[in-house]
């Protein structure tokens, strides 16, 4: 069972560059979501959707897009990389039905904006 | 959503009991408590998650009093590998949307 799968890992990205931060589940949960940590810091939303076709904005929402167009599928686009956008970003799911608060976390994916 | 307090860092050693107290007095009716572990360059963990008095799983105990405007997390006989940040969130009914995640309490076990 893959879980919650982030691809990259590493990332470098140059000023003003765009790229696709992947991220899949194969567990069939409605809820996703994508979270940055920064060094020493705890995790904040970024954006979340909970179910296809249905995204909505977290805390830092600015400078990212997402799109849902699966179940499976939760990608984060970086539209104009800033150095303030260095971080790890980590992408979690969860079951609505559930009725807990277990989110299950991908291993994170490492982003450096030079 | 209900705000939570919690230590910043903890020390203990090897073999002995850490309890890591959360404050979330604003906390409504139908929140509930969850915590989570997050060692380092890996995605957060849940661990536990409880409503109200105790609640007890492989890994720790959750304390919750019956004005659950506080919880304690109860980790018995810590070793090294229980190194860690462990966060303390309350869910809402509305569910695990904007889920807020403070900065938790790291915890530093020493030999």
């Known amino acids: 069972n893959a879980g919650v799968t982030q691809t990259p890992k590493f990332q470098v990205l140059k000023t003003g560059q765009s790229m696709t931060l992947q991220c899949a589940q194969d567990?069939?949960?409605?809820?996703m979501s994508w979270y940055r940590q920064d060094p020493g810091m705890g995790l904040r939303l970024i954006h979340y959707?909970?179910?296809?076709?249905?995204?909505d904005q977290g805390e830092v929402p600015n400078g990212y897009n997402v799109s849902r167009s699966t179940t499976e599928d939760f990608p984060l686009r970086l539209l104009s990389a800033a150095p303030s956008q260095t971080s790890v970003y980590f992408c979690?799911?969860?079951?609505?039905?559930?009725?807990?608060?277990?989110?299950?976390f991908g291993e994170g994916s490492r982003l450096t904006v030079l | 959503l209900a705000k939570t307090t919690q230590p910043i860092s903890m020390d203990s050693y090897e073999g002995q009991e850490v309890n890591i107290t959360c404050s979330h007095n604003?906390?409504?009716?139908?929140?509930?408590i969850t915590w989570y572990q997050q060692f380092p360059s890996q995605g957060p963990r849940f661990i536990i998650q409880?409503?109200?008095t105790k609640v007890t799983n492989e890994v720790a105990s959750l304390f919750i009093p019956a004005d659950r405007k506080s919880s304690t997390l109860s980790l018995p006989r810590v070793s090294l590998s229980d190194t860690a940040v462990y966060y303390c969130?309350?869910?809402?009914?509305?569910?695990?949307?904007?889920?807020?995640f403070g900065t938790g309490t790291r915890l530093l076990v020493s030999p």
């Open positions: 979690a799911s969860s079951s609505v039905d559930a009725n807990t608060g277990e989110l299950f």
């Open positions: 567990m069939n949960h409605e809820y």
């Open positions: 959707s909970v179910g296809a076709g249905i995204t």
């Open positions: 604003n906390i409504a009716t139908n929140d509930y």
């Open positions: 409880g409503y109200k």
């Open positions: 969130l309350v869910v809402g009914n509305t569910g695990f949307q904007k889920l807020v």
